[in-house]
């Protein structure tokens, strides 16, 4: 419970691109007095007041309420994005991962619990218009991202009915960035070998112009700020939609980098992703594109009303930081989060 301290917060996925925003600004908050971050390996990094534990959550043998006792939020973020080749490694990972934390928090008496969600998790939905937390959740079946994170949606359904004394909290994000997180991102989406072409868009005779690719971002800081709002609230519970304006799409790209958008069928790009996927040169699986191409734009009212949050940098700002990351090689002192050089 609370000490006359503060209050003493676990975060899971400490070390990712989401984690290490949310440690870092639960350190600087004076109202927490501990932070304990989970990882599979511990960090050089380490910010005043937080400590450290290495767990794996794919592993059953993992003392999770013990890590957990005592504690007065548990944010859940971990995560494994690869392998898109073995969907029952990240299964293990992601979703028996994710229901041990659940258990473990009712186990240990955590009065809240704030779990990363996605706009992975809603059912296929508009473009031309926002919608609210009551869309649906059924995800996208053929991605394994999208599967993963409906079901656990489903699965929190469960938790709530039968512990109705813990708050619950989903966050739902947009793609989230910053400049720190560029080169852990370039891994898992583009591969260790990415050429650097792709951080130097003015080698890019065009930018594909793809129907259905309009999608929304947010800075991960902004991202963090959400969850520790979230963590610290006495009553927030429930599912909060999380994006900057404006939208994301080839016209806007276009104009940020300065090449000239061009329009491409679906069906070409998804060919050429799927044969460069199917050789695994590219980690990013033919059915995440399938499933970006049908997310729905989210509505954050909730958001700003409830919690007191909004975006602090434009979705353009979001893109400009992320791709000054890409050409310098960004990174931080976690294994996950290490910078690289492209190409």
């Known amino acids: 419970m609370s000490s006359t301290t503060g209050s ?10 989401v984690g290490t925003s949310v440690v870092r600004l639960l350190s600087e908050d004076p109202e927490v007095g501990t932070v304990l971050g989970l990882a599979r390996r511990i960090p050089g990094w380490s910010p005043a007041k937080t400590e450290w534990a290495a767990v794996d959550l794919a592993s059953e043998q993992s003392d999770l309420a013990g890590h957990f006792a005592g504690a007065d939020a548990v944010i859940h973020l971990a995560w494994a994005f690869q392998p898109t080749h073995d969907p029952a490694t990240t299964w293990r990972t992601n979703v028996l991962g994710s229901i041990r934390v659940f258990d473990a928090v009712a186990e240990a008496g955590v009065p809240a619990l704030v779990h990363a969600s996605s706009v992975g998790a809603y059912s296929p939905g508009p473009k031309n218009h926002a919608v609210d ?11 394994a991202y999208c599967r993963e994170k409906a079901y656990l949606e489903r699965t929190l359904d469960t938790f709530e009915r039968d512990h109705p004394g813990v708050r619950v909290v989903r966050m739902r994000p947009a793609f989230l960035f910053k400049r720190e997180s560029a080169s852990e991102q370039r891994r898992i989406f583009g591969g260790r070998f990415l ?17 259905g690719l309009r999608v929304q971002a947010l800075h991960t800081d902004d ?11 006495k009553d927030a519970r429930g599912a909060f939609n999380l994006a900057a304006e404006p939208p994301v799409d080839a016209a806007l790209l276009g104009e940020l980098i300065g090449v000239r958008p061009r329009r491409l069928p679906r069906t070409a790009a998804r060919s050429a992703i799927a044969a460069a996927w199917g050789l695994r040169l590219l980690p990013a699986s033919p059915h ?8 729905p734009l989210m509505d954050c009212t909730r958001a700003r009303a409830e919690l007191g949050w909004r975006a602090t940098r434009t979705a353009t700002e979001v893109l ?4 000054r990351g890409l050409q310098e090689g960004a990174g931080t002192d976690t294994v996950p989060m290490r910078g690289r050089k492209v190409g």
């Open 195 to 211: 050429p650097g072409p792709a951080a130097r868009p003015e080698l890019l005779p065009f930018l594909p112009d793809i129907p």
């Open 320 to 323: 400009e930081e992320f791709l």
């Open 133 to 143: 937390e009551s869309w649906p959740t059924h995800g996208w079946p053929d991605a």
């Open 288 to 295: 995440l594109f399938d499933a970006v191409l049908r997310l």
């Open 223 to 233: 991202a963090a700020h959400a969850y520790r709002l979230a963590a610290r609230s």
């Open 8 to 17: 003493r917060i676990v975060v899971t996925g400490a070390t990712g691109n």
